[in-house]
């Protein structure tokens, strides 16, 4: 179980995420939503510990704060849009990367059987085993972006976070994605926390959503109860009714 209480966050002086509470129990998701610059990405970076905030995030009743880095990623996984790892390694080499802190020794770390099967596991899990020995330099981006899914479900976490992971992938392999979070969050203790623009992809992955606007929770709860057009319009600044209306009036060519 994931707990934040009064979280508030930013880079420096600078705040920009304010007071976010929240809870996500085990085999339960949510989808953060909101317009860009309101917070939601600074926002998984305090969850797992790599902003410093104030307030309390709490995995299982344990404060992060009181936890070393090394057991926060044991426990939770992020998953950026892009990420610094960027050089021509393997597909394999990079998803064994998420293995690090599972290996044994304490400066020259072996992959054991284990964790070499894992790996191939989550690289058939996102459909890459044809290319998992091509460099990922020379992938495309929607490869790309599934090497690092892999990698982050190879360091098995109970929590994943999830900024914008459809970035590069084409409608089939969005859906797939989503299909299979939904999948993974059913099993063990697991959850996912996404950050999606796309309000359908969100709703598919969790029908709990907390929608942010200039650092704030302005709602929270059931997709069905708080998704509404005012709600849309108070935070995107559109008129989604109209903007519904002129698209049906093009649709039908010119008229309604």
Not at 76 to 88: K, V
């Amino acid at each position: 179980m994931l707990k934040l209480t009064n979280v508030t966050t930013g880079y420096g002086k600078l705040e920009i995420v304010k007071n976010i509470s929240f809870q996500v129990n085990n085999n339960d998701n949510l989808c953060i939503i909101g317009p860009n610059g309101c917070g939601k990405t600074t926002l998984l970076k305090a969850i797992a510990k790599v902003l410093p905030f104030q307030g309390k995030v709490e995995i299982d009743g344990t404060s992060v704060t009181s936890m070393k880095h090394g057991e926060v990623s044991r426990k939770i996984a992020i998953m950026s849009q892009t990420s610094s790892l960027y050089f021509p390694y393997s597909v394999y080499d990079t998803v064994m990367m998420g293995r690090y802190l599972h290996m044994q020794g304490e400066f020259f770390k072996t992959p054991s059987k284990a964790d070499k099967e894992i790996v191939m596991k989550c690289i058939e899990a996102v459909a890459l085993k044809d290319v998992k020995d091509k460099e990922i330099t020379k992938l495309s981006g929607g490869q790309l972006q599934r090497v690092y899914l892999a990698r982050t479900l190879a360091q098995e976490p109970e929590i994943i976070l999830l900024d914008e992971p459809t970035n590069h992938l084409d409608l089939k392999f969005q859906i797939e994605l989503i299909e299979y979070l939904r999948e993974w969050s059913k099993e063990d203790s697991h959850s996912v926390i996404g950050v999606l623009h796309d309000i359908n992809l969100a709703m598919r992955l969790s029908e709990n959503l907390m929608v942010m606007k200039d650092g704030k929770a302005v709602a929270e709860g059931k997709a069905g109860d708080i998704v509404t057009g005012s709600l849309l319009q108070k935070v995107y600044d559109i008129d989604v009714a109209g903007y519904f209306r002129g698209a049906l009036k093009r649709w039908n060519g010119g008229c309604e």
